[in-house]
């Protein structure tokens, strides 16, 4: 599935547009986690606990989304955006949004 975030892939012609296709997904940070995290912000550097569950939520949802793409026959998205958000109680899950049209190219 060829992925792009802008309207159009060059080199390519969109001979279809199927809709637009979604992924959510949503990750506690557990408590472990946020005190580590904590401590890395006083003290400086990367909180790669951080790092690791971001990446492992947007990975979720641009696999979610190229799933309903597929379904849809498509063999392309464009115009991905991705968005990240923090919600629940003290802000203590993550939840990271992807959207796109999907396409046949």
Same mark, same amino acid.
């Given at each position: 599935?060829?992925?792009? =975030? =802008?309207? %159009?892939?060059?080199?390519?012609? #969109?001979?279809?547009?199927?809709?637009?296709? =979604?992924?959510?997904? #949503?990750?506690? &940070?557990?408590?472990?986690? @946020?005190?580590?995290?904590?401590?890395?912000?006083?003290?400086? +550097?990367?909180? +790669?606990?951080?790092?690791?569950?971001? &990446? /492992?939520?947007? @990975?979720?949802?641009? %696999?979610?989304?190229? %799933?309903? &793409? /597929?379904?849809?026959? &498509?063999?392309?998205?464009?115009? #991905? @955006?991705? @968005?990240? /958000?923090?919600?629940?109680a003290n802000n203590s899950m993550l939840m990271v949004a992807t959207s +796109?049209?999907?396409?046949? #190219?």
């Amino acid at each position: 599935m060829t992925l792009s =975030t =802008t309207p %159009q892939i060059e080199g390519h012609t #969109i001979r279809e547009y199927k809709g637009i296709v =979604t992924g959510e997904t #949503i990750i506690g &940070a557990n408590m472990f986690k @946020d005190f580590f995290a904590g401590i890395r912000d006083i003290v400086g +550097g990367r909180a +790669g606990s951080y790092e690791k569950v971001l &990446a /492992e939520a947007k @990975d979720t949802s641009m %696999q979610e989304m190229m %799933q309903r &793409a /597929e379904a849809l026959g &498509a063999n392309a998205i464009v115009g #991905i @955006d991705i @968005d990240y /958000e923090t919600i629940g109680a003290n802000n203590s899950m993550l939840m990271v949004a992807t959207s +796109g049209t999907a396409v046949v #190219i």
